[in-house]
């Protein structure tokens, strides 16, 4: 049960944090800077029979340059590469045009992945269910998982459920 697992979703969702929680220490620098990614700072989490190396995966929105246009086109195939991903999204924003572009290039690969939906520390549980449906009409998702990064809630679960795919 080992792999590459890449971590994507829109600014602030909660990468780093759940890189952090994961790893149990600060691998993963706390930045919204895509040079983080650029730098190729990876979180490694390891047991007796395993080894999960974690890839926080900014960048992927629509690009405005030349540049951006390269960056977006090396992280869509950082995705078509690793053995699952991990598409974070924050449950108390809600569905946005960052999360349709990447839910758009998800659709390129096929790659294994997970809708993480995170800071449910945030919201009432009733909330959950309209946005699983509203996400699942725009994506086949291969698991939904619920977690809190910050607090730590349901993390065992996500890496359990992630082992079984590697
Ligand atoms: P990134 O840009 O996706 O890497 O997001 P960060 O990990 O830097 O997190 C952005 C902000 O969201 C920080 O202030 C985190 O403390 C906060 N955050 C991350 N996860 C959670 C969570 O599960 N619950 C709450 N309430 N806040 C969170
Ligand atoms: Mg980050």
Redesign the pocket.
Known sequence: HSGFVAIV??????????I?EVIGQKI?I???KPQTTRNKIHGVYSTDNSQIVFL?T?GIHKPTSKLGDFMVKSAVNTLGEVDAALF?I?V?EGLGGGDRFIIEALKKVNTPVFLIM?????IEPEALLPLIVQYKNLYDFAEIIP?????G?NIDTLLKVLSSYL
């Open positions: 979703g829109r600014p602030n969702v909660g990468k780093s944090t759940l952090n993963a706390m930045s919204d926080d900014p974070l924050d108390s995170n800071k449910i520390d945030k977690i809190s990064a910050l607090k809630n």
